[in-house]
């Protein structure tokens, strides 16, 4: 079986065919599949079996349907699941959809391009708060710094060639563009976790009896377990001890094997556009129309002139439209007088075609992806309330949903090392330095947070005293009710209004008003 007669379910229809090639590595027949690299001889004993099974004498072979078996492809000798839509195919459109391309960016940059940081765990805070002493809780508190270095520490060193940021962007990559994204765990012959990477979406396939996952890459082939599953039985390759895959997709209620990417929702915009701009180029590319037409009358030109005229205009104008054509004329004569003409043909701005229509194609494609234009690059003529608008339904909606999902997957890996803390991305923050010193301030008069948590956020190292919450004094305490209660309404509204300046003129109170501090 060739690789262009690839079943249509797995595709998805796309009107640059010459340009991208619907590739899938599964889709080889049997006699082809034994001579890959790294199959178990029990397995290639198994595809010979079923080939002779359904075959009889002088090429006449067996033309039933057999229920749940089909030894034609890989798909069938390994028991994988065909994908819903062809998942290279997918994966071009990431590249070459640039409003697709910033969508997907735009995702994991939010999501999980902003790093990560460990926060203690519900055990680990419980330890802290029961320490007897202000002695006991600093020690303590030193010794959950140390270890959270060395977890951080081993987590960076699971990869010699990507941080571990680098890796969940691969993977949420994959996840955005196709549906599907797989995270790569090897252990050591200890047991432990000594290996974390990416694995291209494309080269995978499931199992139908979720026991596993199959990669087939430059005629190699290779076995993966589920996570955490380290007792599956490996009866398709040579290797004692596979890797182990973690499986992330974006769900969808047609398959149960693995997710679809948003962007199929905006199927159609994307080939409109994809068509939109092949229109485009093929009019410049082939665009023969001159700038301005000649118009003669009363002369007859030479037989060569003719012929130089008719191939100019056959094929010299192609693509070359600006080139200038030069028409040697006859005098004038007694009874005939030789008239030359120049009339414009396209002497205004050229503008592509479409235009609307890609845009409102490209809106589209966003609203399927809902990402806002501003997380782009675009906007322009918004308001900037507009954009902090679409920036907190964009966190709130898809990258908070997608950072909760994502952390707990990485804490199923963390968990195998320490128990102590909890994974987790950082989140991008739609408040300023000024409002968050604010917020802290508030936090710790009230006594709701304590300085060390304010300093582990701001990545600065704890201090001694810390843990203590902020006691006030007599004034301070009268001061915080009366903002409580609303009597420095106007000094405090006076405050979080102040511009940058440094000047030190804040205004003052209306004639008659006093502070109180009841």
Do not use: C
């Not at 028409?327 to 503008?351: A, H, W, Y």
């Not at 005293?465 to 009268?478: C, I, K, S």
């Amino acid at each position: 079986m060739e690789n262009d007669d690839y079943d249509g379910r797995a595709r998805i229809d796309n009107p640059q065919s010459n340009s991208i090639v619907k590739y899938d590595p599964f889709n080889v027949d049997a006699e082809t599949l034994k001579s890959y690299d790294g199959l178990h001889p029990n397995f290639k004993r198994r595809v010979s079996r079923l080939n002779k099974v359904w075959t009889g004498q002088d090429g006449a072979k067996s033309k039933q349907l057999i229920p749940d078996m089909d030894i034609t492809s890989a798909y069938g000798l390994f028991d994988v699941i065909v994908p819903p839509y062809n998942l290279d195919e997918l994966a071009n459109f990431y590249e070459t959809n640039f409003a697709n391309h910033a969508a997907v960016n735009a995702k994991v940059a939010n999501t999980v391009g902003l790093g990560y940081q460990l926060e203690p765990s519900l055990m680990l805070m419980d330890r802290l708060e029961d320490a007897q002493s202000e002695e006991q809780r600093i020690r303590a508190q030193r010794k959950s710094d140390r270890a959270k270095k060395i977890v951080m520490d081993w987590l960076e060193e699971l990869n010699d060639e990507d941080t571990f940021t680098h890796v969940l962007e691969k993977v949420f990559t994959d996840v955005e563009a196709t549906g599907n994204g797989y995270i790569e765990i090897g252990r050591t012959t200890s047991g432990e976790i000594g290996y974390v990477g990416h694995i291209p979406s494309t080269t995978i396939r499931v199992r139908r009896e979720r026991d596993g996952y199959i990669q087939i890459v430059n005629q190699r082939t290779v076995f993966f377990r589920n996570f955490q599953q380290v007792s599956t039985p490996n009866n398709v390759t040579t290797d004692p001890r596979p890797n182990e895959l973690i499986h992330i997709k974006k769900y969808t209620p047609r398959n149960s094997y693995y997710g679809v990417p948003d962007i199929l929702s905006a199927a159609t915009s994307l080939v409109g556009d994809t068509l939109a701009g092949r229109y485009n180029i093929d009019y410049f590319e082939n665009k023969a129309v001159p700038r301005y037409i000649v118009t003669l009358k009363g002369a007859k030109l030479s037989v060569d002139a003719e012929d130089k005229l008719f191939r100019f205009l056959q094929s010299g104008l192609k693509g070359q439209n600006h080139r200038t054509l030069y028409i040697p004329l006859p005098g004038d004569t007694g009874d005939n007088k030789v008239e030359f003409n120049m009339e414009p043909i396209e002497n205004g701005v050229q503008e592509g075609s479409f235009e609307k229509y890609r845009k409102s194609n490209r809106e589209d494609i966003l609203m399927a992806h809902q990402t806002p234009i501003s997380k782009v690059g675009g906007g322009q003529g918004m308001s900037i309330a507009a954009a902090l608008a679409s920036d907190r339904t964009f966190k709130e909606q898809v990258a908070r949903p997608a950072q909760r999902s994502l952390e707990k997957v990485i804490n199923k890996i963390v968990r195998e090392k320490t128990d102590m803390f909890n994974f987790k991305l950082n989140e991008f923050t739609l408040t300023d330095e000024n409002t968050q010193s604010q917020i802290d301030e508030r936090y710790l008069k009230t006594q709701v947070i304590v300085p060390n948590e304010v300093r582990e956020r701001m990545g600065m190292p704890m201090r001694d005293g810390g843990q203590a919450p902020v006691e006030l004094t007599a004034q301070q305490r009268a001061e915080s009710r009366a903002q409580i209660s609303g009597n420095r309404q106007r000094d405090t509204e006076r405050q979080n209004n102040a511009t940058d300046s440094t000047s030190t003129d804040t205004g003052r109170n209306a004639g008659g008003e006093g502070r109180s501090s009841q």
